[in-house]
């Protein structure tokens, strides 16, 4: 279950308690998350919503490990991660996060197959075992007989689901997906989505995910809105709910 | 080993890039191998000089005789054990073109004096025994195709007139940076034609102390013994002489230094340059790849190793063409004769490549290291 006013009881899988963040920009300071409170259960699917520059991405990074709050917590499956830094907050982030972003960021030199295998290189797993996990990834999103094209060889949908398979092989403890479809037609972004949900109620997944569109948000089990650097309860998504 | 496929494809992204960086490298030590090769086969004969041999000419210049009467008076100075000496002949064979030293040697004490140069007792006792005698070294004796029992004719240029020689024996060095492309033969021969007025006298003396730490002494009591005379003497260390007779063609050590650092020196803005840009091309790659858990610290080797293999490879194939190159010989038939690519400049070369590598893959790899991910990617 999903709670933003900070009445989660620790058990959480996420737990985001005060969180602030402040920019510097041209001497101006841009408070953009002001006091955010968030609880996600594992399982959930949440999408954020909210205006450009409202702090949605900002959100992603620092739940991901990828930047540092102004202020406040962040616990992953008891983990504060708030209070990790350099190679601890790395390893961390190879552990339990897998991220899907938007423009997918395949390694363009790399085969499908490659760029699925890297987050299995930082691990002790032999050469057979990590075969063995991409393949089942790969067949996950329905791309087994495309392992060995090239990224410019895929089309962008097929491109992402390539991303989410890397997102998913090292089996992390959540997914965070910033606009997996901003860059894709409609067909393909309901086949993005599919995919997702899939993940999600298949899979148990736990997905927080970034988007304008409310078509995409619709898919989630709830959406939340980012309003002056706060969360606020959207609708419950349509067909995951 | 499992990272390789990653660095393989990163250095393979730009292939004609590589190529050209490999080549830069591949060009660069090609010439430093041949500058190595170069600054050794000028410095040959002072490298392998003999540390307890003392060179005696003559104080005006080399070209410049001294008496043969010398010799008993050299052998009576303290410290000195042995003495011979030597005349420089410049016969052409068969053409200009074909120089290489000939040397009228005194015939009881020249092998004594150069134990560096091996040759059986049968040949130098063929040898001694035959006024028109003469050994030529294994060098000499492969470029021309001489073998034992050959007649050589060679034509005086200092000593006129057509000279005939009998090969009766080869000798080749103890050690790879012997010169082997001499030419001996008889000082008494040499003595016979030469004009009257030159008779009873010797291009220059070469003697052996018994002590290498007295050397400077010994040369001092030498040139006391022959001063304010008609020929006075100049004396010093083999290895002195042969340094001052590679200077006479300039300071080639300097020159070989000053080009060589101008060559690393462009070869390291080129790679860092390169580096630079390949970095600056993919601050997106490696934002994700930090973004998927790669360290820093792999994010710097990593970029240091892709400019690692490139030198390596680069400086490697140079090195190994300065090798060919030079396994043909020396190109200057006789100028010089030391024309090798030795171990330790092959090792001297990879090494200046590899430091070249990390030094100009360091920055690109700590701008990096450095990277932020959020920054990147926000540029992606």
């Given amino acids: 279950m999903v709670r933003v006013d900070g009445s989660g009881n620790g058990a959480s899988l996420v737990s985001v308690r005060g969180l602030d963040k402040k920019y510097q920009r041209g001497g101006e300071e ?44 962040i616990s992953v499956a008891g983990d504060e991660i708030t209070h990790m830094a350099g190679r601890k907050l790395t390893t961390w982030r190879a552990r339990h996060v897998g991220f899907v972003f938007q423009m997918y960021n395949l390694i363009p030199v790399l085969t499908a197959y490659q760029n699925v295998e890297l987050p299995l290189l930082l691990t002790k797993l032999s050469s057979a075992e990590r075969k063995e996990h991409v393949e089942t990834a790969l067949h996950v999103v329905g791309l ?50 599919a995919l997702i949900g899939r993940l999600v109620n298949e899979f148990k997944k736990t997905v927080l995910m970034v988007t304008h569109d409310p078509a995409v948000a619709q898919r989630a089990q709830i959406t939340l809105h980012l309003e002056k650097g706060v969360l606020v309860e959207g609708a419950k998504g349509g067909r995951s709910a | 080993m499992k990272f390789s496929s990653l660095i393989l494809a990163n250095l393979l992204r730009k292939k004609l890039r590589t190529a050209l960086t490999i080549g830069s490298f591949a060009v660069a030590l090609f010439l430093f191998g041949l500058l190595i090769v170069f600054q050794g086969a000028f410095s040959a004969n002072a490298d392998i000089a003999g540390t307890d041999r003392l060179v005696i000419q003559n104080k005006t210049s080399l070209i410049q005789p001294l008496p043969l009467s010398y010799r008993d008076r050299l052998l009576r100075i303290p410290g000195i054990t042995q003495v011979t000496h030597d005349n420089w002949f410049g016969g052409v064979y068969q053409d200009k073109k074909n120089f290489f030293a000939q040397f009228a040697v005194d015939v009881d004490n020249q092998r004594q004096m150069y134990p560096e140069f091996v040759i ?23 470029r021309f195709g001489w073998k034992i029992g050959d007649r050589i004719p060679i034509q005086g240029t200092i000593v006129p007139g057509a000279w005939e020689f009998n090969i009766h024996g080869i000798y080749t060095g103890k050690r790879p940076e012997d010169d082997t492309s001499q030419f001996w033969f008889h000082w008494d021969m040499f003595e016979e034609r030469v004009p009257a007025e030159v008779k009873g006298l010797v291009g220059w003396y070469v003697v052996r102390i018994d002590n290498p730490d007295h050397g400077a002494e010994v040369a001092r009591t030498i040139d006391q013994e022959f001063s304010n005379s008609p020929y006075e003497t100049k004396t010093e260390t083999e290895k002195a002489f042969a340094t001052g007779f590679a200077k006479q063609m300039g300071n080639i050590e300097f020159l070989i230094m000053a080009i060589g650092s101008i060559v690393f020196f462009t070869l390291l803005l080129v790679t860092g340059n390169t580096m630079a840009i390949a970095v600056r091309e993919r601050v997106g790659e490696l934002a994700v790849l930090k973004a998927l858990g790669y360290s820093d610290r792999f994010v710097l080797l990593m970029v240091l190793e892709e400019s690692l293999v490139v030198a390596l490879i680069g400086g490697g194939l140079g090195i190994l063409l300065a090798k060919l190159f030079t396994m043909g010989g020396d190109p200057t038939h006789g100028f010089l004769p030391r024309f090798y690519l030795p171990l330790t400049g092959i090792t001297a070369g990879i090494a200046a490549a590899i430091a070249v590598g990390i030094i100009a893959g360091l920055l690109p790899a700590i701008s990096a290291m450095r990277l932020r991910v959020v920054d990147a990617l926000r540029r992606v």
């Fill in chain 2, 120 to 142: 059986s007792d049968d040949q130098w006792k063929a040898f001694a025994g035959d006024r028109e005698g003469a050994i030529a070294g294994a060098g000499l004796a492969k």
């Fill in chain 1, 30 to 73: 841009i408070h953009v998350l002001q006091g955010l409170n968030l609880d996600v259960d594992k399982g959930d699917f949440v999408a954020f919503m909210g205006p450009s520059g409202s702090g949605k991405t900002t959100l992603l990074n620092l739940l991901g490990g990828l930047d540092v709050p102004s202020a406040g917590t």
């Fill in chain 1, 144 to 193: 087994a007989d495309r392992m060995d094209h090239y990224p410019r060889q895929l089309s962008g949908g097929q491109e992402q689901r390539v991303a989410i398979a890397r997102a998913i092989v090292s089996d992390p403890t959540f997914l965070l997906c910033d606009e997996p479809t901003g860059d894709l037609d409609r067909r393909s972004a309901d086949e993005i989505m």
